[in-house]
């Protein structure tokens, strides 16, 4: 029983090591994720037969040993959830970069549409200067929201500063 905890023992801390690199680790970080489960999995299998050789201990030491191998498991299925908590937040980055890449392509596509609006204006047969007025309307538009927006967040910060 002992030349097989030792050995389980020892895979234990160096899962522990490899997942101090898997939070550095970007690009291998999946191979060593694979890597870290794996040797989990051995590991289980490490205890289920260590659980038996305990229970073929002599009456003295069997406690002990029960001790010493439920000690292993409480490790790794610590290990486990570590695992698995960044498995879930390296899911959760991937998603959320998978939406701000939609997201950034809606800008364009926004861009898109208004020169779609823009070509069905001109094959309806309004003129270059009704076009020019439409366009210019809109950059104004956009610094009286730029304007609007600051003129509210002055009033805010004045309000704060008057009322506390």
Same mark, same amino acid.
């Given at each position: 029983?002992?030349? !097989?905890?030792?050995?389980? #023992?020892?895979?234990? #801390?160096?899962?522990?090591? #490899?997942?101090? $690199?898997?939070?550095? /680790?970007?690009?291998?970080?999946?191979h060593l994720e694979n890597e870290i489960q794996a040797s989990i999995d051995q590991i289980f299998s490490h205890l289920e037969r260590l659980e038996i050789l305990s229970s073929k201990e002599?009456?003295?030491? $069997?406690q002990n040993a029960r001790l010493r191998v439920d000690q292993l498991k409480y490790d790794v299925q610590h290990l486990q959830t570590a695992l698995q908590n960044f498995? #879930? &937040? $390296?899911y959760a980055r991937e998603q959320q970069e998978r939406q701000r890449e939609e997201l950034l392509s809606r800008t364009f596509t926004a861009n898109g549409t208004q020169k779609k609006i823009l070509d069905i204006a001109n094959m309806l047969g309004l003129s270059n200067t009704v076009m &020019? !007025?439409?366009?210019? $309307? /809109?950059f104004q538009d956009k610094y009286f929201m730029i304007g609007g927006m600051l003129l509210t967040c002055v009033v805010m910060f004045l309000v704060v500063q008057y009322l506390t």
């Open positions: 029983m002992e030349p !097989l905890y030792q050995q389980t #023992h020892k895979q234990v #801390h160096e899962i522990q090591s #490899h997942m101090g $690199r898997l939070e550095t /680790a970007d690009k291998q970080s999946l002599p009456p003295n030491k $069997r498995q #879930h &937040r $390296r &020019r !007025l439409i366009e210019k $309307r /809109a």
